[in-house]
């Protein structure tokens, strides 16, 4: 999947050479296999705090996606119709909410301790 996804092509496109890739749940959970993949490829993993959505920016990413998939309402007739619209807008994700998300990282470490990992605004 994390192949399918062009991870190892789209952090570097999207972030340049210096990117940091953060896990998610489902990730965490496969740790043993996700971490030898990542280390095979090079890629730095954010330490941070299993199950905190107020440190996983790409929730975000996936309600924005969610919402552009179903624009107006749109239902889809066939498994491969819905496909093609995730990869469609997986493929055309613009980097101003990217670029907003990595910047708000600073606030929202600096709130999560505040709260000792408690729940924030965002």
Known sequence: MLRRASLMTEGPRLC???W?????NAAVHNAHLTKDFFQRNNVTL?????????????????GWMA????????????VDGLREAIFTTWS?????PLETLASSMPK???????KNGGATHY
Not at 108 to 114: A, D, G, P, Y
């Open 20 to 24: 940091v890739c953060q896990q998610d």
């Open 108 to 114: 929202r470490i600096f709130e999560v301790i505040n």
């Open 16 to 18: 340049g050479n210096d």
């Open 46 to 62: 954010l330490d941070h705090p299993a199950c905190s959505p107020d440190l996983n920016p790409t929730e975000n990413i996936w």
């Open 67 to 78: 919402r552009e998939v179903y624009k107006n309402g749109h239902q889809f007739q066939t």
């Open 92 to 96: 055309n994700v613009p980097t101003s």
